[in-house]
């Protein structure tokens, strides 16, 4: 059983690389083929129109496609995956600066939607069909819909411009090395929280919907009432066999969710000025980055199938029966 | 019980950081928004706005340029030139060095880094900004300044420059950051762009780099050796990036930020009101457009001949364009004034050079369809829109996404358009995208704006040499507007040169190869506790080591 497990996890993790290579290969001809040059930037009445051929030059763009791709394909199997045209330096010495605001936000806020989820429905179904179940309900869908932009900007009139209690943007203050330990992570903790929930509250009434249906669901399967009949208490109930049973649809999301977010979080990013993936995606495809865009994709398709993954084994591990199914 | 424990500790936690927090707040310091990262702290490839200003701040230039609104021109004041001396005709310049100019290792400016600078700078494997610039120096034919022909180095701190006797020799000739030569001749000349220093400069500036938070903020710290330090001026200098206008917004009125460029006339009017604000506009750097194909792209494309455009290749077209287009409303209406109508490349702060004789296309239908008429463009089918030899006046208009101000001038085009019988498609591209139909011809018609470069400069967007004037996107060519970009080139009085940029002027302005439509201003917002700012056409963020704290 180990061995078969073994060679299903070995399987999963050629395909994946499969995946990666194919996501490499398209990234590589779309960005190619569509107009632009990363040497645009180099017109201008104070430059010498030379200054962009050399630079095209420099950057191989004059040889045809077929050639770079061949190159580039070749450097990336020795982990190379060029220098960035905009910062100047290895395009994963770039990407792995803007890597720990999108780790922070990802780890906390899926913390955060499950949390936040899962106590709510559990306080919404002990209150089934009443008004603040009716209330949370209906609440919920409007958390869902509100545009992450619009969140933000709310929560930075309530939370930054009115109370004056958070500030506006930034991962941590400029005078953030001057100060203590404990002022060190206030510091991180008061610049966070706007983008955390700006992140989990829509999530989180995603999950609370999937927890509270399917807490509902299940409760009502003969199984529960023969478990009660049998004179077994609710905490046992519902943590050994409703719990379980909820889990699975709500940790198939999580992983799409999980791998989302660590591939940045462009609209939080932006509003709170947060040094993220996403940002760095969308400012390399303006800037026709071409190697920092495939960098960009390739780390961002690992963590999708990475979180996928993390999530699968979970499954696995709360419900051991079915470990083939999800690992194939 | 275990409440009992956490709550007076976090309560003391909260207090404890509070106070140090409001310690750091105190410092002298000013925060200056900008909308995205520098690439680099090196002069050499300084290529964008910011990294300009910041690198202005770092290294210390030959002299010290400022706008004199009055001649509107520049004037030159000392850096690190101490004294200076052209000979009569102009084509060599001695300089004299101060002595007491230092790198903020410690090692002093000498004559060396200066010849070093504009070596390193006009070199092909460097692929510096300024790379080519050096047409009035003695150069090689690959762009490369002869160092033996140009440079007399006397001594350390004494050095002659001589230039190409039949040139116009300006004061921006000299206007390069001077780089340490003992630290960039340790890296091979083609490694430099990957170099560590672009991130760490040894600088000599009145600033000097304290930190840089990728993607956040960078700060400079006053750089107590440098010459230009004072006591008074503001300490820390930080940079923030700040890619949302809105939080922009809200950060400038909370006070998290002190100065901000780019803010939108709307915005100005609000934040106007705000006590603690100041609102100050740049005027006259930049105009906006929009440009009409006068060729047809795809046959010049095809063959490098010129053919007319089928729409625009007519002059008379091109005026009645201009006449029919109301450029008051989009001005009143959504610049709300903070602009000017715009009617020839050069603006009214080029106090001498300006034409204000100039009339302009005042918005006129009747005379955009006479004009039109007379064209050959008629609506003999009664559908609203003129046709000439069975083709319908219709066109599609390109505007870069996410930008209001042309939005709304390209639906009040368009509407202007249509009562005189022009069909309009508006249709907005991503700036890379629309950039690549503009410059490879493919494009009929666009708005974009034109940054006015100091000292003027007519021939990359108007001198008819398609292949190698980069900037005529719309294929200008008038050969009178030629021989006075040519004779501009050449050695001339200050009379005729002023009577040959009024002619200019006259040409381009009856041409019409673009509709002008206004000068921009770029409004400035600044926290009033900050004193002592100049905020002229050279540009919003200078001479930061002359402003000052309200105390």
């Given at each position: ?13 050629l395909a994946?690389?499969?995946i990666?290579?194919?996501?490499v290969?398209?990234?590589?001809v ?9 040497t ?11 200054l962009?051929k ?11 496609i077929?050639?770079q791709?061949?190159g ?20 994963l010495?770039?990407?792995s ?16 939607q499950l949390l ?6 559990l ?7 009443t008004?603040?179940d009716?209330?949370l309900?209906?609440a ?12 933000g900007l709310?929560?930075?009139?309530i939370f ?13 203050s400029?005078?953030?090395?001057e100060l ?9 903790a008061?610049?966070?929280?706007l983008?955390l ?16 249906d399917?807490?509902?669901e ?7 009432l023969?478990?009660?009949?049998n004179?077994?208490?609710?905490k ?7 719990l ?10 999580a992983?799409?969710?999980l ?16 040094p993220g993936?996403?940002?760095?995606m ?22 999708i ?5 993390i ?6 591990k ?8 999800i690992l194939? | 019980?275990?409440l ?5 500790a976090?309560?003391?936690l ?11 707040r ?8 900008i909308?995205?990262e520098?690439?680099t702290?090196n002069?050499?490839y300084?290529?964008?706005?910011n ?13 010290d ?17 101490d004294?200076?001396q052209?000979?009569?005709?102009s ?19 000498s004559?060396y ?9 006009s ?24 160092i ?21 020799i300006?004061l921006?000739d000299?206007?390069f950051?001077i ?6 001749e ?7 762009q990957?170099a ?17 938070e990728r993607n956040q ?6 750089n107590?050796d440098?010459?230009?330090?004072d006591?008074d ?7 923030k990036v ?23 006339p709307?915005d100005?009017?609000?934040l106007?009101?705000y006590k ?6 740049v ?18 494309n ?18 009645a364009l ?7 409303e ?7 004034n903070y ?5 020839s ?9 300006f034409d204000?004789?100039l ?6 239908p ?22 000439k030899?069975?083709?319908e ?5 390109n505007?870069p996404?996410?930008?209001?101000l042309r939005e709304?001038?390209a ?7 249509k009562?005189?019988?022009i069909?309009?498609n508006?249709?907005?591209?991503e ?18 704006a034109?940054?006015?470069p100091?000292p ?5 967007y ?12 719309v294929?200008y ?5 030629d021989?006075?970009i ?5 050695k001339?009085s ?6 040959l ?8 302005s009856?041409?019409?190869?673009v ?5 921009v ?8 506790r900050?004193?002592?700012?100049t ?11 002359e ?5």
């Amino acid at each position: 059983m180990t061995i078969e497990k073994l060679y299903l996890v070995l399987k999963r993790f050629l395909a994946s690389l499969f995946i990666l290579f194919l996501i490499v290969t398209l990234v590589f001809v779309l960005i190619r083929i569509s107009p632009g040059e990363p040497t645009q930037k180099y017109l201008s009445p104070k430059l010498s129109p030379e200054l962009a051929k050399e630079v095209q030059k420099s950057y191989n763009l004059d040889e045809p496609i077929i050639v770079q791709y061949f190159g580039f394909i070749r450097n990336m199997f020795t982990g190379n995956f060029g220098i960035s045209y905009e910062y100047r330096m290895p395009v994963l010495k770039v990407i792995s600066q803007h890597l720990p605001v999108t780790l922070t936000l990802a780890f906390f806020s899926i913390i955060i939607q499950l949390l936040l989820g899962y106590f709510f429905a559990l306080f919404s179904v002990k209150r089934k069909n009443t008004l603040t179940d009716k209330f949370l309900r209906r609440a919920s869908v409007v958390m869902y819909v509100t545009p992450g932009s619009v969140l933000g900007l709310i929560l930075i009139f309530i939370f930054s411009v009115h109370f004056d209690l958070f500030p506006s943007g930034g991962f941590h203050s400029y005078f953030y090395d001057e100060l203590s330990f404990p002022g060190q992570i206030k510091d991180i903790a008061a610049h966070l929280i706007l983008p955390l929930l700006t992140l989990s509250l829509p999530g989180a009434a995603l999950f609370f919907n999937y927890f509270r249906d399917g807490i509902e669901e299940v409760l009502q399967k003969d199984f529960v009432l023969y478990l009660k009949a049998n004179g077994f208490s609710n905490k046992v109930i519902f943590r050994k066999h409703v719990l379980p049973n909820v889990l699975k649809p709500v940790l198939s999301v999580a992983g799409i969710e999980l791998g989302f977010l660590l591939s940045g979080t462009l609209v939080t990013e932006v509003i709170f000025s947060l040094p993220g993936m996403g940002r760095l995606m969308i400012s390399s495809i303006l800037s026709r980055d071409f190697p920092l865009v495939i960098a960009c994709a390739f780390v961002s398709a690992m963590f999708i199938i990475l979180a996928n993954f993390i999530f699968d084994i979970i499954k696995v591990k709360i419900d051991r029966r079915i470990w083939r199914e999800i690992l194939r | 019980m275990r409440l009992k424990f956490y709550f007076p500790a976090i309560l003391s936690l909260l207090i404890l950081t509070s106070c140090e927090k409001e310690e750091f707040r105190n410092t002298s310091r000013v925060v200056i928004a900008i909308q995205s990262e520098p690439e680099t702290l090196n002069p050499i490839y300084a290529f964008g706005i910011n990294e300009g200003v910041i690198t202005d701040h770092l290294f210390l230039y030959l002299l010290d340029l400022k706008w004199n609104a009055t001649k509107g021109d520049v004037e030159a004041f000392p850096m690190l030139a101490d004294k200076w001396q052209w000979n009569p005709d102009s084509t060599s310049i001695e300089i004299y060095l101060r002595k007491d100019a230092k790198w903020i290792d410690g090692k002093p400016i000498s004559a060396y880094d200066v010849v070093y600078s504009f070596d390193i700078y006009s070199d092909k494997a460097v692929q510096s900004r300024f790379y080519g610039t050096f047409k009035n120096f003695y150069h090689f034919e690959n762009g490369e300044v002869n160092i033996q022909k140009t440079f007399s180095v006397k001594d350390s701190f004494h050095l002659i420059i001589n230039f190409m006797p039949d040139k116009i020799i300006s004061l921006y000739d000299l206007a390069f950051p001077i780089v340490p030569k003992h630290v960039y001749e340790k890296i091979k000349r083609n490694e430099i762009q990957t170099a560590e220093i672009n991130f760490n400069p040894v600088s000599s500036g009145v600033y000097k780099l304290k930190k840089w938070e990728r993607n956040q903020y960078i700060i400079l710290e006053a750089n107590k050796d440098c010459f230009l330090y004072d006591e008074d001026m503001i300490k820390e200098i930080i940079f923030k990036v700040v890619p949302d206008y809105n939080s922009l917004l809200t950060q400038i009125k909370k006070g998290e930020i002190d100065f901000a460029e780019d803010i939108r006339p709307s915005d100005a009017r609000q934040l106007g009101n705000y006590k603690n604000l100041k609102i100050v506009p740049v005027r006259g750097r930049q105009y906006d457009y929009v440009g009409w194909s006068n060729i047809d792209g795809k046959y010049f494309n095809e063959t490098k001949k010129i053919k007319p455009h089928r729409l625009f290749g007519n002059k008379k077209v091109r005026q009645a364009l201009s006449y029919a287009i109301n450029r008051k409303e989009i001005l009143d209406q959504y610049l709300l004034n903070y602009g000017s109508l715009c009617n020839s490349p050069i603006s009214e702060i080029f106090v001498n050079e300006f034409d204000s004789s100039l009339a302009g296309f005042e918005f006129n239908p009747e005379k955009a369809k006479q004009l039109l008429e007379e064209a050959g463009w008629t609506d003999r089918n009664k559908n609203g829109v003129l046709e000439k030899n069975n083709f319908e006046f219709s066109f599609t208009l390109n505007i870069p996404s996410g930008n209001p101000l042309r939005e709304f001038a390209a639906t009040v085009i368009k509407n202007n358009l249509k009562q005189v019988g022009i069909e309009t498609n508006v249709e907005k591209l991503e700036f890379g995208v629309l950039m690549d139909g503009v410059l490879n011809r493919k494009l009929d018609a666009w708005i974009l704006a034109w940054f006015i470069p100091l000292p003027i400069d007519l021939k990359p967007y108007w001198y008819s040499d398609l292949t190698n004037t980069q900037m005529n996107f719309v294929g200008y060519q008038n050969r009178v507007a030629d021989d006075i970009i040519l004779n501009l080139e050449k050695k001339n009085s200050y009379n005729t040169y002023i009577e040959l940029m009024k002619r200019f002027q006259r040409v381009i302005s009856d041409d019409q190869p673009v509709t002008f439509l206004y000068w921009v201003d770029n409004i400035i917002c600044y926290n009033s506790r900050i004193k002592n700012i100049t905020i002229d056409p050279f540009g919003p963020v200078q001479r930061i080591w002359e402003w000052r704290l309200k105390n």
